[in-house]
């Protein structure tokens, strides 16, 4: 029988707890009168119909009855306890806390390689923007990987606290059928102790036979062993009393670990990689705003160039434009020369009319002289 069918069923009472479970003990009767026992308090006013019906049926007499009472639910409740430890020792907390702390190991050493990355990554801008995308491509995988482990056990987790609220439930329906038992055996006792047994010792006394002194005894024997019975009972109440906390406790515990395991899941990954998509962008963007200062400083450097030259292209065309066709200077020095050149010509000139006439003197005196010697030769 299940959880779920258990804790449809009920507290339910019998004397025959291990070959009549699912007999229906619910009857029909008179309200019994005003309640002296404090197990009442727990109990519904269908419930106490239910222990005034069962209390007509104990026998005290009856050992193996004695024996066997309220042994159903003990049982129960050894298997329930026995199965709730199981749960408990069944659940690795440890292997989550190792889990989430991978995922702080993860993103605490990428953020310690950055840290010890800067200077570096000053000599090496270019560089930069691929090493974070790398060592973040590297940390994304291992928390992709931890946090899918993560969700398997949050899943785990969060029908772990489920099945124990049922288990908590369960655990209310034994207490309410512990106490039906012992309130059922605390009123069997009163009446035995009220009616039985004083009316056996009048038997007894009035007959002075062994056998009905005997019968007093063994009664008297079974309202202790019966005592003894209930207090097993309020003992194993107790457990039950104790289970409902332990019970919630594990429950906080899983319910702990899975708010840790949503707001690593939901705030803390989602959170690391927005900020290393800014911090991927923002490194785009100082790559770009490098490169756009050296498309800035050569244009700077082109248009000062391009100016100078200018200045001095237009200085000279200036200067071009505002001079004569002949400069004044080469006006002079042509003068000059021409001047040079006309005296050195008169000169020569003057020079080659005296050597003409002194060539012209000589050729006469040469010619005469010519003359001279052909006359002499008669």
């Known amino acids: 029988m299940n959880i779920d069918e258990l804790l449809k069923e009920g507290p339910s009472l019998t004397l025959d707890p291990f070959e009549n479970k699912q007999e229906d003990l619910i009857l029909q009767q008179e309200a019994a009168p005003a309640a002296v026992f404090e197990e009442e308090k727990y109990l519904t006013e269908e419930e106490k119909?239910?222990?005034?019906?069962?209390?007509?049926?104990?026998?005290?007499?009856?050992?193996?009855s004695i024996l066997q009472y309220g042994s159903g639910v003990q049982h129960k409740m050894a298997d329930f306890s026995e199965g709730t430890l199981e749960k408990v020792r069944t659940k690795d907390?440890?292997?989550?806390?190792?889990?989430?702390?991978?995922?702080?190991?993860?993103?605490?050493?990428f953020d310690e390689e950055e840290a010890k990355g800067i200077s570096g990554f000053f000599k090496k801008k270019a560089a930069k923007a691929e090493s974070l995308r790398v060592r973040y491509d590297k940390a994304e995988a291992n928390v992709e990987k931890i946090a899918k482990t993560l969700e398997g056990h949050q899943i785990q987790l969060m029908k772990d606290s489920a099945l124990l609220d049922k288990l908590y439930e369960l655990n209310k329906v034994y207490f309410r059928e512990l106490n039906m038992y012992i309130l059922a055996g605390k009123k069997k006792l009163r009446q035995a102790e009220?009616?039985?047994?004083?009316?056996?010792?009048?038997?007894?006394?009035?007959s002075g036979l062994a056998e009905d002194a005997q019968e007093v005894n063994d009664f008297e024997a079974m309202i202790t062993r019966f005592e003894k019975k209930i207090h097993d009972?309020?003992?194993?109440?107790?457990?039950?009393?104790?289970?409902?906390?332990?019970?919630?406790?594990?429950?906080?515990?899983?319910?702990?670990?899975?708010?840790?395991?949503?707001?690593?899941?939901t705030n803390t990954i989602p959170l690391w990689k927005s900020q290393m998509v800014i911090a991927l962008g923002i490194e785009h963007s100082k790559k770009a705003a490098q490169a756009q200062k050296q498309v800035t400083d050569l244009t700077n450097d082109l248009l000062r160039k391009n100016a100078e030259k200018l200045k001095i292209a237009t200085v000279e065309t200036a200067k071009e434009s505002e001079r004569g066709i002949v400069d004044m200077e080469t006006l002079i020095s042509t003068n000059e020369s021409l001047i040079s050149t006309i005296d050195e010509v008169m000169k020569i000139q003057a020079e080659g009319r005296q050597k003409r006439l002194e060539a012209e003197t000589r050729l006469t005196e040469l010619e005469e002289q010519l003359k001279q010697k052909l006359l002499s030769v008669k």
């Open 49 to 64: 119909k239910q222990v005034e019906a069962f209390v007509d049926q104990i026998r005290l007499n009856d050992s193996a």
């Open 233 to 265: 009972l309020e003992l194993t109440r107790m457990v039950s009393l104790q289970m409902a906390p332990q019970i919630r406790m594990i429950q906080s515990s899983d319910i702990t670990m899975s708010e840790k395991i949503q707001t690593t899941l």
């Open 93 to 109: 907390l440890g292997e989550i806390g190792d889990l989430l702390g991978g995922v702080v190991s993860e993103l605490k050493h």
């Open 194 to 206: 009220a009616e039985e047994l004083p009316a056996l010792r009048a038997k007894a006394a009035a």
